[in-house]
């Protein structure tokens, strides 16, 4: 006869359930960091019809922790991204995606000339104080998300906006970090409103 036994080493008979639970309090305690990320407050958030098509502005009031401020002088480069998405209600189905839009700045110190850089796409801009850079990372006007013939007139829709640092983007040993303490994210909710398109720009 076979006997198969539970135990993870002889005369430790507790050992294998006392791994387990240190390994539960620790998935638990990684799980709930994120949720103490630092908070991103979006304010004045608007979709609007301009002539070559629909535009986004918000502002983001947040401020970097000590750990962060200190990563990016550092020379770690940070990314932050602002998530826009529009959907459309449907009673007859899920609601369809109309659209979504992502915008990634990249701010980052160089020692040579002791100056801050926050770039996005193609456009790049220095500043001396960090102070200065994050003023304008706080600021999203105009980004265009859609031509004027992605939205229907007559019809309402729904916007939703957030901005975060992205740490997927963190070299590893700062994604971990960031996994197990809430000084290494930031963060906001969902912004939501709703936007009725008449077809008229202003």
């Excluded at 994120?34 to 401020?63: M, Q, T, Y």
């Excluded at 998405?85 to 369809?96: A, G, H, K, P, V």
Aim: glycine fraction near 4%.
């Amino acid at each position: 006869m076979t006997v198969f036994s539970t135990h993870c080493c002889p005369g430790s008979p507790d050992l294998g359930a006392r791994a387990w639970l240190r390994l539960a309090v620790l998935l638990a305690a990684l799980w709930c960091a994120p949720v103490l990320a630092a908070e991103v407050e979006i304010r004045n958030a608007a979709l609007n019809l301009e002539e070559d098509g629909f535009k986004l502005s918000a502002d983001f009031d947040f401020e970097l922790s000590s750990r962060l401020d200190e990563a990016v002088s550092r020379g770690v480069v940070l990314y932050f991204v602002a998530e826009f998405e529009l959907t459309r209600s449907r009673w007859y189905w899920i609601d369809e995606t109309v659209l979504e839009h992502r915008v990634t700045y990249r701010l980052s110190y160089h020692a040579l000339t002791r100056q801050y850089r926050l770039a996005t796409g193609a456009l790049q801009q220095n500043f001396n104080t960090l102070e200065d850079a994050l003023r304008v990372l706080a600021r999203l006007r105009n980004v265009h998300v859609a031509d004027r013939g992605a939205l229907k007139p007559g019809e309402r829709y729904d916007c939703a906006l957030r901005f975060r640092l992205d740490v997927s983007q963190l070299p590893k040993p700062f994604q971990l970090n960031a996994v197990a303490s809430r000084h290494w994210n930031l963060a906001s909710d969902w912004t939501r409103w709703t936007y009725l398109y008449t077809g008229d720009a202003k």
